[in-house]
């Protein structure tokens, strides 16, 4: 009888990945921090085990929209108060918080649970090309 593989849990040795989003595509550059986030590029990837890695992305601020998602996408928040749906588009979004359009961009491609949201909490989004995470060495990825 062959025994079935389950990966360990990292804990403090996960590895650090650098992206830098200036001209990149949301959708394309979110896919990849999903990836890096879950493990699945790991071969040892298994669905219930949180072994993912950090992720820092720099220039989010520059990240590119194709066709007219600048104007017509749109964001939104409730505060679960009457009249408390707010809407904001794209361009408003990054005018004032440029590293949420990534961070909801990659929330929407992991699954909704509670190692989802532990998942989101490795991933350092910086609207600029400066970030405080150099001691961690992390590895640059090139897109």
Not at 79 to 89: C, I, V
Request: a positive charge; zero cysteines; proline letters at 5%.
């Amino acid at each position: 009888m062959q025994k079935s593989y389950r990966a360990p849990n990292p804990g403090d040795n996960r590895q650090w990945f650098l992206i830098d989003a200036k001209g990149q595509s949301l959708g394309r550059i979110a896919v990849v921090i999903a990836n890096k986030l879950r493990a699945k590029d790991l071969p040892t990837f298994d669905p219930s085990v949180d072994a993912g890695s950090f992720v820092i992305v720099t220039n989010a601020a520059e990240v590119k929209l194709t066709g007219n998602k600048e104007e017509q996408k749109e964001y939104q928040r409730y505060s679960g108060f009457r009249n408390g749906l707010k809407r904001f588009s794209a361009a408003e979004m990054r005018a004032s918080h440029p590293d949420r359009m990534i961070k909801e961009a990659v929330w929407g491609m992991l699954p909704k649970n509670n190692i989802a949201r532990k998942m989101m909490t490795r991933l350092k989004v910086f609207a600029g090309a400066e970030h405080t995470h150099a001691a961690q060495k992390p590895v640059e990825i090139k897109l």
